[in-house]
């Protein structure tokens, strides 16, 4: 279970953000000294094959929640590939998640998943549209400290019972990476 709430971006590909001179596999690893979780979106693994799962498991040793977008039903294949990684990151200690829009097979349904847009699915847990384990959602942060604090207090608050930490993807992250650290180290000092 995170101790804090974790902010990360959907994806790390962050184009402008990175050094001019840093090559595209160090990406992610450049990403993970800042944040400390990650949504990979669906259109991105859904295309990877052995050598780029296995560049990306190198690569995200340092995150402590990893998420993984999942935007129409998967084939056997997928579900057995996601399945298989999720197991591998939580063996080595990291926490995992799922992010749907749609029905998930079965075996994948041991792991924790957030729905999206799914009304009809009962929860006890509800954040602006989501459900499922709890999971933060924005599309971008506001630029205004003040109103990133209320976003962040307003997350907190929350959360069930007992639960003190949660991933908070912002799907533009990378857009505007400089807001993105200040939404970091605000909930770093805010102790969330």
């Given at each position: ?8 971006a959907m994806g790390w590909a962050c184009g402008d953000a990175f050094p001019e ?76 998640g799922l992010a749907s829009h749609v029905d998930l097979p079965d075996t994948l ?84």
């Open positions: 279970m995170l101790e804090n709430i974790e902010i990360g001179d840093l090559p595209e596999d160090w990406q992610l690893d450049w990403y993970a000294n800042w944040f400390s979780a990650v949504l990979v979106p669906h259109a991105l693994w859904r295309t990877w094959d052995e050598t780029a799962w296995a560049d990306f498991l190198d690569s995200a040793d340092t995150l402590r929640w990893i998420g993984f977008g999942v935007r129409e039903p998967l084939d056997e294949g997928a579900t057995a590939r996601l399945h298989e990684t999720l197991q591998q990151l939580t063996e080595r200690g990291q926490q995992v349904m041991q792991w924790p998943v957030t729905w999206f847009d799914r009304p009809d699915v009962p929860a006890d847990w509800r954040w602006r549209h989501l459900s499922g384990a709890p999971l933060g959602w924005a599309v971008s942060v506001p630029d205004d400290a003040t109103e990133q604090r209320t976003l962040l207090e307003d997350f907190s608050a929350s959360l069930p019972t007992g639960v003190e930490g949660a991933p908070f993807i912002v799907r533009d992250g990378c857009a505007n990476m400089s807001t993105l650290k200040q939404f970091k180290q605000l909930a770093e000092l805010m102790g969330l």
